[in-house]
């Protein structure tokens, strides 16, 4: 047990969720568990159900139907069911705090779950009004706010398809996904704060046509600009409405190596229930927590922790404004002030903490959780050790907005080694090579063996991508796209997507495994690897770094990389940088590191933060 950093105790473990429903089950071990959901679903999916409390108003009449094909299996079939009756309506007469909320500017407030309720209640009935029936898509675009979770509950109440878009997109991006699904209804915040500058979203929109906005914040109205507050006061109040189980209630974006994104779609049965059954079993939520994402309602970890949370009774708490302003205190900040005990963020927030020597503990916090990219070990080690105190466990997940969960999760309930995954509970996770074959403790494709509920129904207007995407490389296996190892012990580490890997003289290597290394290097703050054309060993490898400009540092670089990798890991050159391309939510494109530095044309990057990166990366580069 050397190398574990967190070894729970047995007081510990038999607290959990996931240990109480292993009891319940009848298994002493939590890997018994996990070995009876994999093998086990339709016996294994109705315990979830009821361990969790999820009403149906009418009972399924089979798990899963796989009549159709393994990509298009449904689940929960026959059976009735509101997603949002399950975090709102079921609360209305409960006076439990269900939001908490603080602006950049220091206002803060909160609503319970019967005042959430009114609320939703009467926007839906709003919608109604205005001729919003089952099936059509209503975007919201809105940063993380108290109106931007009531416009997503109104939505889903009356059977529509919320279309959550990130709040920091430019005009082109919200166009294409408005345009895209047929969105007629648009929720909006007039304007908002961010690093003290005021953002104004109303602006950002201002071009488009065909389209109703819905707007907070506003004083007058027009046939084309509806007031947010005026739809809440005065609609009248409609309970919640039960959905067929393959329903879709959510329909999310996401996007490729080409300008167009995907819709992946939602739906009240199956995707629910599993994103209930990973806050409750992964983050261990009970009805006492507060949770917090440090996110975007546009990205899927905002209506992941959201619904989860709320469908558990639990607290949520939303911010809209930047997590280090005016200052590196602001989450620590808001975690006393509003009673946050499990909070969810990026290593990319942990690693800017590390680089400044911030020492501050997260106190009050009892699970960390992250999502969006791997963990390199200092800054796993950092959170774990300086910001919780060595005591407080890292729920690391890892899966994607096409299945709206994960298939990697570790958890308050087992041993953690810095940077590890666990197998997902009830998602059949494997490794394979590329002859579909299992391995483990080999870099090879992250897979699922079995479908899940909430794998998406198929792409949105792109049903033969999905087939292409997801099924076409493994017959009737889920093809993630990711590049991992797996252990006989059931832990996982993620080394970025397989389209990113690199092949240098015939061996493959993650560009993880070669920034883990880096990122051992005094004064490196971030780094991206990539891999670019060699005319002898196929691929070189290329290291970016952001931190200390210095010759040392190269060669230290250098150097790690040979030490841990081996020598024909070294790299072809080591590059200092003053940033790299990231989105807003914190993670670095590789893809469009790569095509920067070999002048290619650079695809979609609508989701990028800071543009500006690519011109530095582009003048360092060859177009060889």
């Known amino acids: 047990m050397e190398d574990f950093a967190y070894l729970p105790t047995t007081e510990t473990i038999h607290s959990t969720n996931i240990y109480k429903l292993a009891r319940k089950l009848g298994y002493s071990k939590i890997e018994e568990l996990y070995d009876f959901a994999d093998r086990e679903p339709d016996k294994f999916w109705p315990y979830v159900v009821d361990d969790c409390n999820i009403n149906f108003e009418k009972k399924f009449s089979k798990v899963m139907d796989t009549s159709s094909g393994v990509p298009f299996t449904r689940w929960f079939v026959g059976g009735s069911i509101s997603a949002e009756y399950n975090c709102v309506g079921r609360w209305k007469n409960s006076r439990s705090v269900a939001i908490k909320w603080e602006d950049e500017s220091g206002k803060t407030g909160q609503v319970n779950f019967r005042e959430l309720d009114s609320a939703v209640g ?12 089952k099936g059509d898509r209503v975007g919201i675009f809105m940063p993380l706010s108290k109106e931007a979770v009531e416009a997503m509950y109104s939505i889903i109440r009356i059977g529509a398809v919320a279309v959550p878009v990130f709040s920091g997109y430019a005009e ?45 914040g506003i004083t007058e109205e027009s046939d084309r600009m509806l007031s947010f507050e005026r739809l809440l006061k005065e609609g009248n109040y409609v309970p919640s409405m039960p959905m067929d189980s393959e329903d879709p209630f959510i329909m999310l974006y996401t996007s490729g190596t080409t300008g167009k994104p995907k819709g992946t779609v939602h739906v009240h049965g199956g995707s629910f229930i599993n994103i209930v059954k990973e806050v409750k079993y992964y983050l261990d ?29 639990a607290s949520i708490f939303v911010y809209s404004g930047a997590v280090d302003y005016p200052s590196k205190d602001r989450i620590p900040d808001m975690i006393a002030r509003h009673g946050i005990t499990i909070l969810g963020l990026s290593p990319t927030y942990v690693r800017m903490l590390k680089h400044s020597n911030y020492s501050r503990p997260f106190e009050g916090i009892r699970v960390f959780a992250s999502s969006g990219e791997p963990w390199d070990e200092e800054g796993w080690m950092y959170l774990f050790r300086d910001l919780g105190g060595s005591q407080v466990p890292i729920a690391n997940i890892s899966g994607g907005t096409d299945i709206i969960g994960c298939f990697l999760a570790s958890t308050p309930a087992i041993p953690l080694r810095p940077r590890c995954l666990y197998r997902g509970l009830g998602m059949n996770a494997s490794v394979f090579d590329e002859n579909g074959q299992e391995v483990y403790d ?19 207007k792109q049903n033969d991508k999905y087939i292409e995407a997801y099924w076409s490389k493994f017959e009737n296996v889920w093809f993630h796209g990711d590049w991992a190892t797996m252990s006989r012990d059931g832990y996982f580490y993620i080394l970025g997507r ?3 890997v690199i092949k240098v003289a015939g061996k493959r290597v993650g560009p993880n495994e070669v ?25 070189s490898i290329v290291v970016f770094y952001m931190g200390d400009k210095s010759e040392d540092i190269v060669n230290g670089v250098m150097k790690e990389i040979e030490r841990s990798l081996g020598r024909s890991f070294s790299p072809k050159k080591v590059i200092w940088v003053s940033s790299l391309p990231r989105t807003r939510s914190g993670k670095i494109m590789r893809r469009l590191v790569r095509s920067a530095y070999l002048h290619l044309p ?11 990166a690519l011109e530095e990366i582009s003048g360092t580069g060859t177009s060889d």
Request: glycine share 10%.
């Open 122 to 133: 009467k926007i839906s009935g709003s919608l109604l009004s205005l001729g919003i029936t």
């Open 172 to 216: 082109e991006a919200v166009g294409k996904r408005v345009d895209d699904a047929g969105i007629k209804y648009l929720f909006v915040s007039s304007h908002y704060s961010r690093k003290g500058k005021l953002i104004d979203m109303l602006h950002t929109i201002s071009g488009f046509s065909d389209l109703t906005v819905i707007a907070t």
């Open 515 to 539: 920034e883990d290394a880096v990122m051992r290097v005094k004064g490196v703050r971030e780094s991206a690897c990539v891999g670019i054309p060699d005319d002898i060993k196929g691929e």
């Open 498 to 500: 397989a389209d990113d």
């Open 602 to 612: 650079p695809g979609d990057i609508n989701n990028l933060e800071n543009p500006e």
């Open 285 to 313: 939520t009970t009805p006492q927590d507060t949770v917090f994402w440090i996110t975007d309602l546009g990205w899927m970890m905002g209506p992941w922790y959201i619904l989860g949370s709320h469908a558990l009774g």
């Open 442 to 460: 080999k870099v090879a494709y992250l897979v699922a063996k079995k479908p899940s509920p909430s794998f998406t129904r198929g792409l949105w």
